[in-house]
């Protein structure tokens, strides 16, 4: 199939499953916790590196933030054979008691996003696959993690996220927001592939503890420090089973 124009990968160069935060830095931060890696191509917002965790091969790519730019890496990642995709990221959590530091696993994503909708109408769901929903919250449960199951919210919009829209997910019982899954779940399903989504929550934006406020580390809850190391270590634990 050539090149692809975004990625700047052919087919053969990556593994059959990809890690894929959001974060261009992160890619290097969960490479950090591998065996071994590989730098493959960096374009735009996509880095892609190739590494091996525990024998288990691997490819780690950034998305971007936000399910347009997600939805071009899951399709150039698709062209050259990767057949499961695992977001790992951060997440504002919008129910009351789920903390800092803890994890959330999506069993589905609302569209609250314009690019799932170019591909099939909004009633169909953005829902992980079964199997990597559950090596996901397996491996969290192994590390003594708090893991919270159940849907979260896709928004494309992070600063209109008005305390209309915060309370009208708290309501229906979404778990937290965040910018990139429902892309992801979708697409995964349409081509018959595989994905699933752990995040880290960063934030309660129901009670009023949202990313960059001035919160001092020594202040933090023990399980808020170092989250997204924990949440990386899950991905890849969960990976070697998948």
Same mark, same amino acid.
């Given at each position: 199939m050539g090149t !692809? @124009?975004?990625?700047?990968?052919?087919?053969?160069?990556?593994?059959?499953?990809?890690?894929? @935060?959001?974060? @261009?830095?992160?890619?290097?931060? %969960?490479?950090?916790h591998c065996d071994e890696s590989e730098t493959v191509a960096q374009n735009r917002e996509y880095k892609v590196v190739n590494a091996t965790y525990e024998g288990r091969e691997l490819t780690i790519c950034s998305t971007g933030i936000g399910c347009p730019s997600a939805a071009i890496a899951v399709e150039e990642l698709a062209n050259v054979g990767?057949? &499961?995709?695992?977001r790992v990221g951060? &997440?504002?959590?919008? !129910?009351?008691?789920?903390? %800092?530091?803890?994890? %959330?696993?999506? =069993?589905?994503?609302?569209?609250?996003?314009? $690019?799932? *909708?170019?591909y099939e109408d909004v009633s169909y769901p953005a829902v992980p696959s079964y199997d990597v929903l559950s090596s996901l919250?397996?491996?969290a449960e192994a590390n003594d993690e708090e893991v919270h199951v159940g849907p979260i919210a896709s928004d494309d919009?992070?600063?209109?996220?008005t305390d209309a829209?915060? $309370?009208?997910w708290e309501d229906a019982g979404l778990l937290a927001v965040e910018m990139e899954a429902a892309s992801?779940?979708?697409?995964?399903?349409? *081509?018959?592939? /595989?994905?699933?989504?752990?995040?880290?929550?960063?934030? =309660?934006?129901?009670?009023?503890? !949202?990313?960059?406020?001035? $919160?001092?580390?020594?202040e933090l809850p023990?399980?808020? *420090?170092?989250?997204?190391? /924990?949440?990386?270590? %899950? $991905?890849?634990?969960?990976a070697t089973d998948l």
């Amino acid at each position: 199939m050539g090149t !692809q @124009p975004h990625l700047l990968v052919e087919e053969g160069d990556l593994t059959d499953i990809a890690l894929v @935060p959001g974060d @261009p830095g992160r890619v290097d931060r %969960i490479a950090d916790h591998c065996d071994e890696s590989e730098t493959v191509a960096q374009n735009r917002e996509y880095k892609v590196v190739n590494a091996t965790y525990e024998g288990r091969e691997l490819t780690i790519c950034s998305t971007g933030i936000g399910c347009p730019s997600a939805a071009i890496a899951v399709e150039e990642l698709a062209n050259v054979g990767v057949e &499961t995709f695992v977001r790992v990221g951060t &997440t504002g959590a919008l !129910q009351s008691g789920i903390e %800092i530091g803890d994890m %959330i696993v999506a =069993n589905g994503a609302a569209k609250n996003e314009g $690019t799932s *909708k170019r591909y099939e109408d909004v009633s169909y769901p953005a829902v992980p696959s079964y199997d990597v929903l559950s090596s996901l919250v397996d491996s969290a449960e192994a590390n003594d993690e708090e893991v919270h199951v159940g849907p979260i919210a896709s928004d494309d919009a992070y600063y209109a996220e008005t305390d209309a829209y915060i $309370t009208d997910w708290e309501d229906a019982g979404l778990l937290a927001v965040e910018m990139e899954a429902a892309s992801i779940f979708t697409l995964a399903r349409r *081509k018959g592939l /595989r994905a699933g989504a752990i995040c880290t929550v960063d934030g =309660n934006l129901v009670e009023g503890t !949202q990313k960059g406020t001035d $919160t001092e580390d020594d202040e933090l809850p023990e399980k808020a *420090k170092n989250n997204v190391g /924990r949440a990386i270590d %899950i $991905t890849l634990e969960a990976a070697t089973d998948l």
